[in-house]
């Protein structure tokens, strides 16, 4: 496993150092504790006479590694795995720290980092029994963003979803939060914006503003009715402007 330059580190690093020499069916007492200097004073190196091997401080702690405590072969192999699933852990945490994330983001994340699939997948489960994920949660969130902000179509937003790998069962329930009236407003004031960008008669202005429309995910019932709206819209205007200039004659 290989994180990022904060973790010097890893569980290659123990194996480099040789965990796997060390002597089976023998009882290896810690003979020295070194914190590590600069960005590596999260780590500690266990020594064990002429073994060493290296630990986060939480785990260092758990497993009481402290001089003169004594570890077989075995407990040490399954120190350096633990230690391994506390380091995803914590990269996974400031990977969140950045933002909201989906289980298969964090996953596709670790396993790029050559995490193993089981450690990834019994950090998911910790980090979703601590609530720090919850697909569910996103979706909304993300769905509820991208209509009122961002102004993109639940077309759109579905295929977005889909991408991060959330469910087809909770993208229904996000969606299907959003009423119609909403995407409705949403796709209105996009397409207002888009239509009085556009120079031209009113032909022009459909001819773009109606794929504009689409190409944001509405759907094409919406987009028709925006573009009739928007149509109707200038229209009245066109016949407002010519009773003022009649009545100015």
């Known amino acids: ?27 290896l007492m810690i003979t020295r504790v070194e914190q590590g200097q600069g ?38 192999e399954d120190i350096v795995l633990a230690d391994e699933k506390q380091q995803a852990y914590v990269y996974a945490l ?23 699939q089981i450690v990834v997948d019994e950090i998911l489960v910790r980090l979703q029994r601590e609530k720090l994920v919850d697909d569910d949660l996103y979706a909304r969130q993300w769905a509820r963003q991208r209509i009122t902000s961002q102004r993109k179509g639940k077309m759109w937003i579905r295929q977005e979803l889909r991408q991060k790998g959330i469910s087809k069962a909770s993208i229904g329930e996000a969606l299907g939060e959003i009423t119609d009236n909403e995407e409705w407003e949403s796709a209105l004031t996009v397409g207002r914006k888009k239509w009085n960008q556009v120079r031209g008669d009113i032909m022009d202005k459909k001819r773009k503003t109606f794929p504009f429309l689409m190409r944001r995910g509405y759907s094409g019932d919406i987009t028709r009715r925006v573009i009739n709206h928007l149509s109707a819209d ?12 009649h009545w100015e004659e």
């Open 94 to 116: 400031r990977y969140l720290g950045q933002k909201p994330r989906t289980c298969q983001e964090i996953a596709r994340r670790l396993a790029q980092k050559d995490v193993a």
């Open 39 to 76: 960005r590596k004073r999260g780590r500690y190196v266990i020594h064990f006479g002429p073994y060493s091997l290296s630990v986060l401080e939480d785990v260092m702690i758990k497993y009481n590694m402290f001089k003169g405590t004594s570890f077989v072969k075995k407990e040490l």
């Open 1 to 27: 496993m290989q994180l990022d330059d904060k973790d010097e580190y890893t569980s290659e690093e123990n194996k480099e150092q040789g965990i796997s020499l060390f002597p089976d069916h023998e009882e």
């Open 234 to 245: 200038e229209q009245d205007e066109a016949y407002d402007d010519g009773e003022l200039l």
